[in-house]
Structure formats: C-alpha cells, structure tokens
C-alpha cells in the first residue's frame, strides 16, 4: 500500500462529519500523514452577471451575499478547529482549509487536491439534492470520477 503524506478531509457540516473525521485519523495515523480538513463555502455571488451589467466592484463587496459568505466562512472555520482538535490530540499534524466556492464544489475539491498535492482524499455521500435512495452525492460522485489519487467515501 502506498504510503500517503497529505490526506484531504472533505466535510460539510453533515451528521457525518464525524464518521468521516474517524476514518481520516484513523489512516493519518497509520501513514503518518498531515490531514488538510477542508470545507467549501458557496459564494451565492454571480460575478460573469455583475461584470456584463457594469457593478463597480465596491459595489460587490457590500453587497449581503459577500457579508452571508464571510459570515458562513467564519461559522465553518471555528466548526473545522472544533473537528481538528480530536487529530491534534493524537498528535496528528491538522491544517484547516476554508474556500469560498467561485466555481462548483466538487472543481473547487479537485482544483486543491491538484494545487496542493494531496495524496488521498476522503468525503462522505452525503446527497443533499434528489431521492433519498441516491447512493451517492453528487460532489462525491464527481471527485470519485474525476480524482487522479484515491478516494475514500464513508457512508
């Protein structure tokens, strides 16, 4: 088994979140790896709309969708130190991670894995959208199909 150095832990604030955190301790353990714990805000801004209509970007950064996402950053931020202190407990070197999305959720998993050199990622599947027999969410499908190192999906 190939020994990883960089695990990224997805979560998303479900009754998961736990269950997974379990999982990535369990395996940083083992391979001695740093855990990024990582969570994406969504941005709820459209910038291609404020750029063909002309908003002066002074404008945008007042506006009550960027003060709902720094908000949302802050609230995810403390949520990520309160999961992070079980791994730093143990000893494990834990870094947090939150992005506001400005493209999907699932390209914004993708685009740090490949930035930063992850090694293995692991995320829940967790679907928020659509019957409650999908097997699989929809950011865990993607990142599953389009991941160039291994996935770990925790149900």
């Not at 604030?13 to 969570?39: D, F, P, V, W």
């Not at 967790?126 to 291994?150: D, F, I, N, Q």
Request: net charge neutral.
């Amino acid at each position: 088994m190939k020994k990883f150095k960089k695990l990224l832990i997805a979560l998303d604030q479900s009754e998961q979140s736990e269950n997974i955190m379990n999982y990535g301790k369990t395996i940083a353990g083992r391979c001695k790896a740093e855990i990024i714990l990582l969570h994406i805000v969504s941005s709820g801004i459209r910038y291609e709309e404020h750029a063909v209509n002309g908003v002066d970007n002074d404008i945008l950064a007042s506006s009550p969708s960027v003060k709902l996402a720094e908000d949302a950053y802050l609230q995810a931020y403390r949520w990520l130190e309160s999961m992070a202190l079980s791994a730093r407990n143990k000893n494990i070197s834990t870094e947090i991670k939150v992005l506001i999305a400005l493209d999907s959720v699932p390209a914004e998993i993708l685009n740090y894995v490949e930035k930063n050199k992850i090694d293995f990622i692991i995320l829940g599947t967790r679907g928020k959208t659509g019957p409650e027999k999908v097997l699989l969410g929809s950011v865990a499908s993607y990142v599953v199909t389009h991941a160039e190192c291994p996935v770990l999906v925790v149900r």
